[in-house]
């Protein structure tokens, strides 16, 4: 896989970043460890992490994030891979409530350290925003701990572009360090904006991607791949899709964006999973796409979409 520059950073990592919300959870520590040694086996340096990642399953907490930890640990890999994790979401149990005070950023911050078994985080991403919350000093609190030593850039993930521009034109104004990248739900199936079942999260809309096409800003989008929704398509199986999912990605919308996908893969003899992750990775600004599966052959297949050259033409018209 080909090592890419995030701008503004000496951060380099690869073209496909592997998310790992099944690790631990419906992903015991031995299958965990197959995926991520795949993964690296074929070039990938670029690991996404959460601090709440399978606390929605009862008994031990941030099981995402200790998993990672003790393969690290027991491969003596850590110099060679980019570290992300992210904090400060809201307790599961009061998702309406807001935790980006800077005790709660810092208490998950430490946490997520000891259970990653690191010194430093490489980018540490807000997993939720605080409209209420100034920008200023939640940049003061990611500035303090990056003074710190305890990470060496951050991100937002789920903000809306005009907070990122709030954010990042008061870090010009005070030099201090702003946000490096964006993570943001986006792939190229069409989305329900107003459905979707996680009200706190924030899907790509058109405010936020000319954000990024007017200042180059990263995006890292997560769920790159739309849950597997156009697999699932080619098999005849939206109808079996759960209801959130259905809420989230419209039929008769994205049977059309389908034969469009399917039409590029015929045209450049890729795989519809693959077209799917080619669209983010051919956008005019630095995208990363988080890759998310349970299974090593599916991890094999979404990486040979690494390389993938779509022509402008091809890119507009997956967009519908």
């Not at 990024?212 to 997560?222: D, M, S």
Request: charged share 20%; aromatic share 8%.
């Amino acid at each position: 896989m080909k090592q890419i520059h995030l701008p503004n950073t000496d951060l380099v990592v690869s073209e496909i970043c592997l998310g790992s919300g099944p690790f631990g959870g419906s992903l015991g520590r031995k299958d965990s460890f197959a995926l991520l040694d795949a993964y690296v086996e074929q070039g990938g340096t670029f690991i996404d992490a959460a601090h709440i990642y399978n606390d929605w399953i009862p008994g031990e907490k941030s099981r995402s994030e200790k998993t990672i930890g003790a393969w690290m640990k027991e491969r003596g890999n850590r110099a060679s891979l980019v570290i992300g994790t992210k904090g400060a979401h809201p307790f599961l149990h009061s998702m309406q409530v807001p935790r980006l005070s800077s005790q709660e950023i810092v208490t998950d911050l430490d946490e997520s350290l000891a259970f990653l078994q690191v010194e430093t985080i490489d980018l540490y991403w807000l997993h939720r925003d605080d409209r209420s919350r100034p920008v200023e000093e939640i940049l003061g609190t990611l500035n303090a701990q990056r003074e710190a030593g305890k990470i060496r850039y951050f991100g937002a993930s789920n903000w809306r572009a005009d907070r990122l521009r709030e954010a990042q034109e008061y870090a010009a104004r005070a030099g201090v360090q702003g946000f490096s990248a964006d993570q943001v739900l986006w792939n190229v199936a069409v989305i329900d904006h107003a459905n979707l079942p996680d009200k706190t999260m924030f899907a790509m809309d058109q405010d936020l991607l000319r954000y990024h096409h007017e200042t180059g800003f990263p995006a890292i989008p997560y769920t790159s791949q739309a849950n597997g929704l156009f697999d699932r398509i080619a098999k005849g199986e939206y109808d079996g899709l759960g209801q959130n999912l259905k809420q989230t990605y419209p039929k008769a919308a994205n049977l059309d964006r389908y034969a469009r996908i399917r039409e590029v893969a015929e045209q450049t003899g890729k795989t519809v999973n693959q077209i799917v992750l080619a669209y983010l990775l051919n956008q005019p600004f630095v995208t990363v796409p988080i890759i998310g599966t349970t299974k090593v052959s599916h991890l094999l297949d979404s990486l040979q979409a690494a390389g993938t050259e779509l022509t402008a033409a091809q890119v507009e018209y997956l967009a519908g």
